[in-house]
């Protein structure tokens, strides 16, 4: 028999939430953004939801060559480009899309075949200070690549580092406008929070990412109120109740403890599996459906929860660490972190189960 810990991903959302993202910007193409293993929720669950988008985009070579493997004919997008020369042929080889970000890459591009009809998206920065050719570099960029015989469509595209605040994408979306030698190229802007909240980014391919898995992109605005359903539930089960008399403490080094007398339930899961282990005192969690509490310091394998408002609760009742009932970036809140962080950090010992 396996723990309890188990993740069920459910690619129904995943259609969901891709759907979202077509009726904000309709008409756009969609790269579904699938890195580090679809944001934790795995290549299947990905295949299986987001068999209508328009593109996958990714950073890692092996998974883009398995997805093909796997049956996926439609563009792949290479977030990162090349990492070495010997990329660019396993791209051409590959049917893949290359995001093109800094001169070497530039050079390494030179080695193709005439006809290989590479896609290529030009990425500038304008304002993230990651990846990207400065604006004013974009014309000579455009004009080597073009040069090239090797390659076949060529797109411009940015990263928005602010997006998620009011007017955070008006001045880069502004430095690459003015950038742009030419008006009907294809460009690549919005990013989840763009795609809801900056209009003139709504062009040409979208790049949802977090949005897809049911998440928000924004600190102070709920998945739920974005029309946006969580495809991925991490679930376990009480596997001890405990009664506590008052200042009877609880877990490693005693941080918790009882005010009254009180019962606690012990879940199978800490941070082994994933789990913030940071995740304080009151961090929400639910119990047979009913939102409670963690009380005490998540430990390796377990943490405990209050039973308080659940004097029914025993061994074997189904406890919901994130997911319907408990969002996950309400967890990451409480716990100091993200929910994009919380759903790439599933470990491999938790069981996996696709639904749908």
């Not at 979306?173 to 980014?201: E, K, Y």
């Not at 997911?323 to 919380?342: K, N, R, S």
């Amino acid at each position: 028999m396996s723990r309890p810990a188990r993740v069920r991903i459910l690619p129904a959302a995943l259609r969901h939430n891709l759907a979202r993202a077509r009726e904000l910007a309709p008409g756009c193409p969609v790269w579904a953004v699938v890195k580090a293993d679809a944001y934790g929720h795995g290549i299947a669950a990905a295949l299986a939801g987001f068999a209508q988008a328009d593109g996958l985009a990714l950073v890692e070579f092996d998974r883009a060559l398995s997805l093909r493997q796997a049956g996926w004919q439609r563009p792949l997008l290479m977030l990162e480009g090349a990492f070495s020369p010997d990329d660019v042929g396993h791209a051409a080889q590959a049917r893949l899309s290359l995001v093109v970000h800094q001169p070497d890459q530039l050079r390494w591009l030179a080695s193709l075949p005439s006809g290989a009809g590479l896609e290529v998206f030009v990425k500038l920065n304008t304002g993230m200070n990651r990846l990207g050719f400065p604006p004013a570099a974009l014309p000579e960029a455009l004009a080597a690549l073009r040069s090239l015989p090797g390659i076949g469509r060529v797109h411009a595209m940015t990263h928005f580092a602010n997006a998620d605040r009011p007017g955070g994408a008006d001045a880069p979306l502004a430095r690459f406008q003015a950038a742009l030698p030419d008006p009907a190229i294809g460009v690549s802007l919005a990013n989840s929070a763009a795609i809801f909240d900056v209009p003139a980014a709504r062009r040409g391919w979208l790049r949802p990412g977090i949005m897809l898995y049911g998440a928000s992109p924004f600190a102070d605005r709920p998945a739920i109120t974005l029309g946006l359903r969580p495809a991925m539930r991490f679930e376990s089960r009480l596997i001890a109740v405990q009664s506590l008399s008052p200042g009877d403490a609880v877990g490693y080094g005693g941080g918790f403890v009882a005010s009254a007398a009180m019962r606690i339930g012990v879940v199978a899961t800490g941070y082994a599996d994933g789990y913030p282990r940071h995740a304080p005192t009151g961090t929400p969690v639910a119990v047979s459906g009913v939102r409670t509490r963690v009380v005490g310091r998540v430990s390796m394998d377990m943490l405990t929860v209050d039973l308080s408002s659940l004097p029914q609760a025993r061994p074997g009742d189904p406890v919901e660490l994130w997911g319907e009932q408990v969002p996950v970036d309400e967890v990451a809140a409480h716990a100091g972190t993200i929910g994009y962080e919380l759903l790439c950090a599933i470990a491999p010992r938790v069981t996996r189960l696709i639904e749908d």
